[in-house]
């Protein structure tokens, strides 16, 4: 054997809220496990999340009301999407395929899938935050829609109504009740949906990084290496990274928006893209009540969420853009100047605003299952904007599937085959 090779039972590519998950899953059912990640924390899209576990998560970006949008989204006059038009040619059989699953009926299908994964995430982020020695990290606060008019209020009826059909419970409250949950809001909204079965991590990053703490805690090995491919060899696979190879009977592919990079060479082409998005940390002006909780203002398309030492992480909507292109940051300090008006913010933070990608399914649902042409290859990735918040139940499911038993939530609606052979309408 050379030097640069290794041996594990299992290795796990993608060391992020999902990789990190299934990592730990796997040491607890007693395999030998090696992680591969650059280790670079700022660019695993589980730093820059809202930090928001909800079960109500259960509404993909793709649904009915896209279509009244897309004149707006299309002319970038919309703070929801912001589209790089040049860059579209790249993600068109996403693009096709994601206006197709802008259906009533796709909508349901969706969170007829979802509701189970969400139904447990949050007892799963208890539990692991609790072994991971930060259950400080994790609160169930709640999280808060805003909306601005009545009009878009009852906008969101459909939504409502399957939320209630998953059992997901919700407040409505008026003006005033509003003003009383969260007294650091200074604009009026007309009306608020409060969904009290969800959790707020207060530092995602820090979460992340007891669980790499407690990964190793098992007798876990972590590689800091970028993978570059893998290479199926007779009835093991070599993962190839720069320092040298790692042979094993099983990889766990849970690289996110960079996981077609790894599976195309395999011949896995699916309808696949990076939605981009941007945080920035600002602080309350003097005086401010705190804000409690995540808020959603739909008007503004942002989100506001506290993380902790009087600090607030502005997120902005949606960039469909190349992974790789530079930074744009003019949606991101749109989305700042309307949450000026929504809290006092006082002054940013942070030198620059953050930028991760989240991996996007077209029907958003992620892909969690075996890949349907190789044997030991297990798929974990495209959870789009839910990756940390479903993250640690996903880990579960992929050490289930790869020991030979019933996952615990049904995972069908999630296999890989799904999205191969698309663009088919």
């Known amino acids: 054997m050379h030097q640069d090779e290794q041996t594990a039972d299992i290795v796990v590519v993608g060391g992020g809220m ?7 899953a796997l ?13 670079e924390a700022r660019a695993r899209t589980s730093y820059g999340n809202a930090g928001v576990v909800s079960r109500g998560s259960i509404l993909p970006m793709a649904g009915p009301g896209l279509w009244g949008k897309l004149p707006a989204y299309l002319r970038n006059a919309d703070a929801g999407l912001r589209l790089r038009h040049l860059h579209l040619l790249r993600v068109m059989p996403w693009a096709a395929h994601f206006l197709a699953s802008a259906r009533t009926s ?30 400080h990290l994790l609160r169930e606060c709640g999280w808060v829609k805003l909306y601005r008019t009545e009009d878009a209020f009852a906008g969101a009826a459909l939504e409502r109504e399957i939320l209630s059909h998953h ?10 009740a509003i003003q009383a949950l969260e007294p650091a809001l200074i604009r009026p909204f007309a009306r608020a949906m409060l969904l009290p079965e969800t959790g707020a991590v207060a530092d995602p990053g820090g979460l992340v990084e007891a669980c790499e703490q407690l990964f190793a805690g098992l007798g876990g090995r972590s590689l800091r290496t970028t993978v570059t491919r893998l290479e199926p060899d007779a009835e093991v696979w070599r993962v190839v990274h720069p320092g040298g190879t790692v042979r094993t009977r099983h ?21 696949f893209a990076a939605e981009r998005g941007y945080h920035r940390h600002y602080a309350l002006q003097p005086g401010s009540p705190a804000l409690n909780r995540p808020i959603y203002d739909t008007g503004a398309a942002s989100i506001l969420s506290p993380m902790g030492e009087g600090r607030v992480r502005v997120l902005s909507g949606v960039e469909v853009a190349d992974r790789h292109a530079a930074p744009d940051y003019r949606q991101i300090e749109a989305a700042a100047r309307e949450a000026a008006g929504t809290v006092r913010l006082g002054q940013p933070l942070d030198n620059r605003p953050w930028l991760g990608s989240r991996p996007s399914t077209p029907d958003g649902l992620p892909v969690i299952g075996p890949a349907p042409r190789h044997d030991g290859l297990i798929f974990a990735f495209g959870h789009g904007h839910i990756g940390l918040s479903t993250g640690p139940i996903t880990g579960q499911l992929v050490a289930d599937l790869a020991t030979g038993r019933m996952p615990a939530v049904p995972v069908e609606p999630f296999a890989p085959g799904r999205l191969l052979g698309w663009p088919r309408l």
């Open 106 to 135: 796709a909508w349901r299908r969706a969170a007829a899938a979802l509701a189970p994964l969400t139904s447990a995430a949050y007892p799963e982020h208890r539990r692991l935050s609790a072994r991971a020695g930060v259950p």
């Open 27 to 39: 040491k607890d059912r007693g395999r030998d496990v090696v992680l591969c990640d650059p280790g």
């Open 167 to 176: 059992g997901v419970p919700f407040d409505i409250l008026d003006g005033p």
């Open 251 to 271: 990889v766990v592919l849970a690289t996110g928006a960079a996981a077609h990079e790894l599976a195309r060479p395999l011949g896995y082409r699916f309808a």
């Open 18 to 24: 999902v990789g990190l998950s299934c990592a730990i």
